[in-house]
């Protein structure tokens, strides 16, 4: 609730006789100079000033914005609504969950905790390709994701009827970001707040990195993790620093031949090269009129493959024109268009404000591409795909298995490693004249396979082993389908059909996509090339492509054929698509059947013939390809409102299987004593309303002595496991067979596995321990011996001892992933020192009850002498329960022979708002009790 107006800036919206609050940008000098992205922060800061968190400076410090500045100012971000995968999204819930029955114990109404900004769940991320290239592969695909996932969507079920404020669209309706852009995003918000009808910019926070899609519909959004979302929903600000924002400047039109995948590579080209994490990406200029919606959410879909936290588009006639034809109402749409042009956010592109780097590309000279084998941003023009593949391929083979015929020179550094060789990574593809040769050319290691239904075929190095048109990056632009559409039919004409040896699939982003093929006539000319829907959801592009053929994988792993992967997702990262398969390729839709057709990456679309049609001719890519003007005649006859109104209409009721789950009723949940995916976690065993006061640390031991630049990657449980970890120890000992394990990710919400998982990177590296990679340390409970990080915690515990982490500098980049800091906790550290950290991380540990201390500037444990072996207090802390925040600590390090080492860590609890949350214990208990005095 905003209590400070320090602007004067709350005034009266009337749209066709209907009076909206709104903050006024205008009552702030400055405001008008200000990008399009800058300027839906400050009204957000207008609209949540309270005079603590959000305070008068705040909102000064972002109208006078300094574009060439380096961000150095920290604001409270409040996102208007949340969204979730079900990965991501399920810890979110069984917290919540979790809060109801504390506020139960509490004495409080557990029917009263419910998210406080709406929050929206897209059950996505489980369908796996098992089965393909049949008209029932999308029944037995769904059928599997019921059986493997249970547990898991009785749970969501439960809370889609519990909670209000909170909806699960089911599985099988579509993917999480374009169901967003499609339905979900309002443009505009407006929601009754004290009594009174308010609107604002709709704004949200994800936990799927690329839910910068929506920023192609003018929505400032970007991914999170799950500690961030669980505040946002729960109405408490996201802390970061005003950002540098990159004008990218748009001119000209995309020629015949290129797609918007085509503009999208380029752009991650040109931007990686940039440089932009961390900053703000805004397209403007004439040509940003010439872009179709669709496209620029493709664009903005690309922002993490970039490396910007956003990727956006302004609000323009092109947004209004999408909202309507995806059924949004008149009355919505009238709300846009008059907030966004009475609120400066409607983009005229006769003015040019201020950006901090300027980039520009003009549309009229992209031409077709590719992007492989393993990141988004290596972009190879399509002519010169064949050549760059066999530049490429002697990373991933032996030397024996290519011809000799060809040489090319490579530099005298560029020693060829296998494809975990990250020290080659940035060396792909650079040549040097005078350097030394060695051998490339074309794969030349034949293997013949029989397929036990009598296909007959070999398999060579390069052999397009899966091709899917999947990801809502191009399953959400109706150009790129269609022309695949178009090709596909095409292609059947001519007598073409795919390689009996790649597997092919289609998994669109939403129904109206399969409604669109329909109505157009191509769904059956997709399907004469094998190319079937085999679900709705992201798919190849997560690495939920299923298994290969057994005959087809035996003889890629038993011959070590570097087989490849082209898919029309936003990444291809090494070992991501399939474990079968080395080389991964982005491509546009068209593309992906194109390959499909050749069956191999060594391919010429100009010289090679993808076959011959009936009369014996050879068949070129230049003889199916689309024509431009007939994709766009099909766009206008087959895609249409009803299809949306009609898809989304009943998008929250799902299918008879999600009907007929037997799903938990009441507002708790049931907990299921015997569940290995969903479990009542333990933050708030033993919490009273009362505040515990802050304790100084006494008697603590190091559970991990930490190197510089630990990720979230290294923290976090990510991936499969192995049945000797405690991870899998847990589940053999709950009756979980090895091939049932399943991922980390998909047990997001049992606590016991995740807590086995924290710190168990395979490649971290523990300096308690020399030469010892993984999850293990040294119990000094057991004098010192080699133990798994997990089991030597409990012991800590057990014994009352607590913990520490030390760290080097940059500690917890990466992905902002809530386990890193909830694993942390629960392992029982209760504070981590280090040189500095990561932004998000490092609040996120606040948020969780663990304190983050930096040592003093130019000092370093390595510095200091620290061997991890000493015995630590830390004092100082108590100032907390004052209502002060101590600027140090004092540190004492007592070694084994009874020397210590004393230094002043400086304590990084950088707001009031995370003061707070430190105070409480973190933030879920911050909350609790606030919510709980507000419901008596």
């Given at each position: 609730m905003t209590t400070v107006n320090s602007f004067g800036s709350k005034g009266v919206l009337n749209v066709k006789g209907t009076e909206y609050e709104i903050f006024r940008l205008n009552a702030v000098k400055g405001s008008e100079k200000l990008p399009y992205s800058l300027k839906v922060l400050l009204e957000n800061l207008l609209r949540t000033e309270d005079g603590a968190n959000i305070t008068k400076d705040h909102i000064e410090a972002l109208a006078n914005w300094d574009p060439h500045a380096e961000p150095n100012t920290e604001i409270q971000f409040t996102p208007a609504r949340v969204i979730m995968q079900d990965f991501t999204g399920v810890p979110c819930i069984v917290d919540l969950a979790t809060m109801r029955e504390a506020v139960k114990d509490l004495g409080g109404d557990p029917s009263k905790i419910n998210p406080l900004a709406p929050a929206e769940l897209v059950i996505d991320h489980s369908v796996q390709i098992d089965k393909?290239?049949?008209?029932?592969?999308?029944?037995?695909?769904?059928?599997?994701e019921y059986e493997r996932n249970g547990e898991r969507y009785k749970f969501l079920r439960w809370g889609q009827g519990a909670f209000d404020d909170f909806k699960v669209v089911p599985p099988g309706m579509g993917i999480v970001h374009q169901v967003n852009i499609e339905y979900l995003a309002r443009t505009v918000m407006s929601r009754e707040v004290d009594g009174v009808m308010r609107a604002y910019p709709d704004t949200l926070v994800g936990t799927d990195s690329h839910t910068t899609m929506v920023n192609g519909l003018g929505v400032l959004g970007w991914g999170v993790g799950g500690i961030e979302a669980e505040a946002a929903m729960l109405g408490q600000p996201v802390s970061m620093l005003i950002p540098r924002v990159v004008g990218f400047k748009l001119t000209g039109s995309i020629p015949s031949g290129a797609t918007a995948t085509d503009v999208v590579l380029t752009i991650t080209e040109m931007l990686r090269k940039q440089g932009v994490v961390g900053k703000f990406v805004e397209f403007y200029g004439e040509g940003v009129t010439q872009v179709p919606l669709a496209n620029r959410a493709t664009i903005g879909n690309m922002s993490p493959e970039f490396g910007s936290t956003a990727a956006i588009f302004p609000i323009d006639d092109v947004t209004l024109d999408y909202l309507r034809l995806t059924g949004r109402s008149e009355e919505q749409i009238a709300l846009v268009e008059q907030y966004t042009k009475e609120q400066g956010l409607w983009h005229d592109p006769s003015v040019e404000v201020e950006y901090s780097e300027y980039l520009e590309l003009d549309l009229s000279t992209v031409v077709p591409s590719?992007?492989?084998?393993?990141?988004?941003?290596d972009r190879i023009e399509l002519d010169s795909a064949k050549k760059q593949f066999r530049k490429d391929l002697p990373n991933y083979v032996e030397q024996t298995d290519l011809d000799s015929d060809i040489e090319e020179s490579f530099p005298a550094s560029d020693a060829v490693g296998g494809p975990g060789d990250e020290s080659?990574?940035?060396?792909?593809?650079?040549?040097?004249?005078?350097?030394?040769?060695?051998?490339?050319?074309r794969a030349s290691k034949k293997v013949d396979v029989k397929m036990e239904d009598g296909r007959e075929f070999q398999l060579d190095h390069g052999a397009v082993s899966i091709a899917s048109i999947t990801s809502c990056t191009n399953t959400s632009n109706p150009s790129v389908m269609l022309a695949a559409g178009i090709l596909a039919r095409n292609a059947a004409a001519k007598g073409l059909t795919a390689q009996p040896w790649v597997k092919t699939s289609?998994?669109?982003?939403?129904?109206?996509?399969?409604?669109?093929?329909?109505?157009?006539?191509?769904?059956?000319?997709?399907?004469?090339?094998?190319?079937y829907v085999v679900g709705y959801g992201c798919a190849t592009c997560i690495g939920n492509s299923g298994p290969l053929e057994p005959e087809i994988s035996e003889a890629i792993n038993e011959n070590d054929l570097s087989v490849t992967a082209v898919l029309s997702g936003n990444r291809n990262f090494e070992g991501r698509i399939s474990p079968d398969v080395k080389m991964n390729y982005l491509a546009s839709p068209p593309l992906v059947i194109a390959y499909a057709l050749a069956g191999t990456m060594d391919f010429d679309f100009e010289k090679d013939a993808l076959g011959k049609d009936q009369d014996g001719n050879d068949v070129y890519l230049k003889d199916i390809w689309p024509d431009p003007a007939e994709v766009e005649k099909i766009i206008a006859s087959a895609v249409d409102t009803e299809m949306y109104n009609n898809e989304y209409g009943t998008i929250f009721d799902g299918d008879d299987r999600w009907k007929s789950l037997d799903t938990p009723t009441g507002n708790t949940f049931a907990w299921d004593a015997d569940s290995t995916y969903v479990r009542k976690p333990p933050y708030f065993e033993g919490m009273t309303m009362d505040i515990t006061p802050v304790e100084d640390i006494e008697g603590?031991?190091?559970?991990?002595?930490?190197?510089?630049?630990?990720t979230t990657d290294h923290i976090s449980p990510a991936g499969s496991f192995k049945s000797e970890t405690p991870a899998g120890q847990y589940l053999i000992e709950h009756g979980v067979e090895r091939k049932d394990f399943n991922s980390y990710g998909s047990r997001r919400g049992n606590h016991e596995v995740m807590i086995r998982g924290t710190f168990a990177n395979i490649r971290i590296k523990n300096q308690l321990l020399d030469g010892v990679e993984g999850g293990f340390t040294r119990d000094f409970t057991r004098d010192g011996e080699q133990s798994t990080v997990y089991d030597a915690s409990q012991n800590y515990q057990a014994a009352g001892i607590p913990l520490v982490v030390l760290g080097g500098k940059e500690y917890g980049t990466g992905s902002s992933r809530d386990w890193a800091a909830k694993g942390t906790t629960l392992l029982g550290v209760k504070a981590v020192i280090a040189e500095s950290f990561e932004r998000i991380h490092r609040s996120n540990l606040i948020g969780m009850g663990v304190v983050p201390l930096q040592f003093p500037e130019g000092e370093s444990h390595e510095s200091l002498g620290l061997t991890g072996t000493e015995t630590y207090s830390i004092t100082g802390l108590t100032e907390l329960?004052?209502?002060?925040?101590?600027k140090t600590v004092k540190v004492t390090a007592t070694a084994e022979d009874g020397s210590t080492?004393?230094?002043?860590?400086?304590?990084?609890?950088?707001?009031?708002?995370?003061?707070?949350?430190?105070?409480?214990?973190?933030?879920?208990?911050?909350?609790?009790?606030n919510l709980v005095r507000d419901s008596k």
């Open positions: 393909f290239g049949t008209a029932d592969a999308i029944t037995r695909n769904m059928d599997i590719i992007a492989g084998p393993k990141r988004p941003q080659d990574e940035e060396k792909v593809g650079e040549f040097d004249n005078n350097a030394p040769k060695k051998l490339l050319g289609i998994a669109p982003g939403s129904k109206v996509v399969t409604d669109y093929y329909e109505k157009a006539g191509l769904l059956p000319e997709l399907e004469k090339l094998g190319f603590a031991r190091v559970l991990l002595k930490l190197g510089d630049s630990v329960n004052e209502g002060k925040t101590p080492t004393e230094f002043d860590a400086v304590v990084r609890i950088d707001t009031p708002g995370e003061a707070d949350y430190y105070r409480n214990g973190g933030i879920l208990q911050y909350v609790l009790r």
